[in-house]
């Protein structure tokens, strides 16, 4: 089973320039996200798993690949306790 993301349906977000302005409705909190932080959103928000947000950004950034996924873990983690993201898990089609 694979994990992906989706936004919580609460949030918006709006890419500007290299930054990201998050407005989470229900609580009133906005969040300003940098360049990389705003990408990980986008791709989390497409429904990318972990490993393929990590793949786009190794494409997209100069990240060290080393530290790459751990990064992205802590970041998503923390995303999910600000009640922007969620956890979707995917059923897979094989046995």
Known sequence: MTTSFKVAADVRYRVIG?????????????LVLNEV???VLQLAGEGLSQAEICGRLAGEFEAPEADLPRDVERFLAELEELAVLERVAAE????
């Open 18 to 30: 290299d930054e990201a302005v998050v407005v989470r409705q229900l609580e009133g909190d906005v």
């Open 37 to 39: 932080a705003a990408r």
């Open 92 to 95: 897979g089609n094989g046995p």
